[in-house]
């Protein structure tokens, strides 16, 4: 069976949603916003305003536009480049944090937006985040675009009246609103690289499939060309080229990233940790391990357990740890 590994990635991102907020803007103003923990979204319900932030060319939103902000970086929102940006936290450090007003408000409305801020898990940025720009524009024509005020709106709706599965209910809505920043990304931009961009490419993308499916299994480059029905030095080097390394070098960390996170997340023994992933021997699991992490599995254990105490009371039965090597391409 396959395996969808965007999936797998998200359901290890341990998406949360926070209360959505509008902001109504009246005449010329700007706003500074603090770099976010995990992702901001905002969506133009009317009128216009231009986002800048570093790295990135700014970018004007109309009404019907959407972003996403996927690095802890300052940004500023503004209707005019001649006034200076305020500090916008002030703004929501009211009674009501869930709305606020900028600008003289005698004068018309010239950009009413709706936000919400997406925390994420310890490896969410390194498995997902750090694979996407700084900054997606969504235009109001994107696939998905027309429901995410909706989302965000209902989001908000259920944070404040907390009914009964109202966390599980946000933490969905965020991952849909994930999903589909993910395939307008990579149906516009399929020239990228990374893990990500290899799943637009039909051969590289049933490769990874089926990695996923089965880490454990002793692949080799020929089964997994067999799997996409093309030559092995096809598969070899179509998956260099898209994801920036071999396949049997992203099996390795693959197998690493269930390693590290059956060692965080349960209490299984370092040898059953090791075989699960598909290592024949403690000893070879530890080594590669201490290779790649710099860290003997051990002691990984003890200083993660240590940061994110308590531990889990559920596990994952795929990945955490060293998944950032996978999206720079660099060798086991």
Excluded at 134 to 154: C, E, F, Q, T
Excluded at 221 to 240: E, G, I, M, P, Y
Excluded at 281 to 307: D, I, N, V
Aim: hydrophobic fraction near 40%; proline fraction near 7%; include cysteine.
């Amino acid at each position: 069976m396959m395996v969808d590994p965007l999936e797998e990635v998200l359901a290890l991102a341990e998406v949360r949603a926070e209360r959505a907020a509008t902001l109504t803007g009246h005449g010329d103003w700007a706003l500074r916003f603090p770099a976010p923990a995990g992702a901001k979204f905002n969506s133009v319900l009317a009128g216009s305003c231009t986002i800048h932030t570093e790295g990135v060319e700014p970018i004007t939103l109309r009404a019907g536009d959407s972003f996403l902000l996927t690095r802890p970086q300052e940004f500023v929102l503004s209707t005019s480049p001649h006034t200076h940006p305020q500090p916008a936290s002030p703004l929501f450090r009211t009674a009501d944090s869930t709305s606020a007003e900028v600008g003289p408000t005698e004068q018309p409305v010239t950009a009413r937006l709706v936000g919400g801020s997406f925390t994420f898990g310890r490896r969410a940025r390194e498995l997902l985040l750090d694979t996407l720009p700084p900054l997606i524009h969504l235009p109001a024509h994107a696939d998905g675009a027309a429901m995410v005020p909706h989302i965000l709106s209902r989001i908000d709706h259920e944070a404040r009246t907390g009914r009964l599965g109202a966390n599980v209910v946000a933490e969905h809505l965020a991952v849909v609103l994930l999903i589909d920043v993910v395939r307008y990304h990579l149906a516009h931009h399929p020239d990228g690289a990374g893990w990500l961009h290899g799943l637009s490419d039909p051969v590289v993308s049933t490769a990874l499939q089926t990695i996923h499916a089965d880490p454990a299994r002793r692949w080799t480059v020929q089964l997994l060309a067999d799997a996409a029905h093309v030559s092995r030095s096809t598969l070899a080097a179509r998956f260099k080229t898209t994801v920036g390394q071999g396949p049997l070098e992203y099996l390795t960390r693959w197998r690493l990233e269930l390693g590290a996170h059956r060692l965080t997340a349960t209490d299984q023994t370092i040898a059953t940790v090791a075989d699960a992933v598909g290592y024949g021997s403690e000893a070879a699991f530890a080594l590669a391990f201490k290779r790649e992490l710099g860290t003997p599995p051990g002691s990984y254990r003890k200083q993660t357990r240590k940061q994110d105490s308590p531990l889990p009371q559920s596990c994952h039965p795929r990945v955490s740890g060293t998944f950032q090597a996978l999206q720079e391409g660099k060798g086991s």
